[in-house]
Structure formats: structure tokens, C-alpha cells
């Protein structure tokens, strides 16, 4: 996601609709597997879930050789993401507004409906 960024400013922030929903972006670990293929080069994959505002939008893969070599790298998003990210998008907005008329973050998860550790990083400068 960090390489992506760097690498693909634009279409990164362009995904995502803006700089204060990348707080939001986090990636949990979904799984580990080691492929053993009779004859053929083993692969160690370790996939994690993308996450927007504890709402899944797709997974991340990183495939690596046994020679700790990575072999391949893929971002497969969720067919559904632009929803998600729209309506994320729109909460934020809201939990911006509320911020500043100095709503408490407990009133404001209530508001949106989400737990408040999912939207904590916007309380922060």
C-alpha cells in the first residue's frame, strides 16, 4: 500500500476520494500459506485485507520465493469498493462537520454509527 502510494500518488488518492479517508485505510492479517508444488518452486503467500472504516474493499498479496524473494504483488479490490468508499466518504464529511462544531467523538460515533477506535484517527492533527 506504501509502495502504491509513492509510486501511484494520484490514482492512490483518487481510489480513496481524498487525504483525510487514507486515515482511515488499514490493512488486518487475513493468512499465511506455503504452496508445495511436486516438481516445481515453492511459494510462501501472505494476504492481508484492506480495510476503509473497519469495512473490507479488497486484499493485498505478496508472493515470495523460499529465498525470501518476492515473486509477485497484487492489489484485487472488491467489486462493491466504490460504494463503500462513497458512503465512507460522505461519513467523513460528516464527522469533519461535527469536529468542528465541537461534537465529542463518543457523539459522533453514535452519529455515523461507527465504533469510535475506527474513527479516531480524524481527531488527530
Not at 60 to 87: H, Q, S
Request: aromatic share 14%; proline share 1%.
Amino acid at each position: 500500500m506504501e509502495n502504491w502510494k509513492k509510486e501511484n500518488r494520484g490514482d492512490f488518492w483518487d481510489t480513496f476520494k481524498g487525504k483525510s479517508n487514507l486515515k482511515l485505510i488499514h490493512s488486518e492479517f487475513y493468512s499465511l500459506q506455503l504452496t508445495y508444488i511436486n516438481e516445481s518452486n515453492d511459494f510462501v503467500y501472505c494476504n492481508l485485507n484492506i480495510m476503509y472504516i473497519g469495512e473490507y474493499v479488497g486484499c493485498y498479496r505478496m508472493v515470495f520465493t523460499m529465498d525470501g524473494e518476492v515473486a509477485d504483488v497484487l492489489i484485487d479490490f472488491d467489486r462493491f469498493m466504490d460504494k463503500t468508499i462513497n458512503e465512507g466518504t460522505t461519513r467523513v464529511e460528516i464527522i469533519k462537520k461535527a469536529i468542528q462544531q465541537g461534537y465529542s467523538i463518543d457523539e459522533i460515533a453514535v452519529l455515523v454509527e461507527l465504533d469510535k477506535d475506527l474513527i479516531k484517527p480524524l481527531f488527530k492533527s
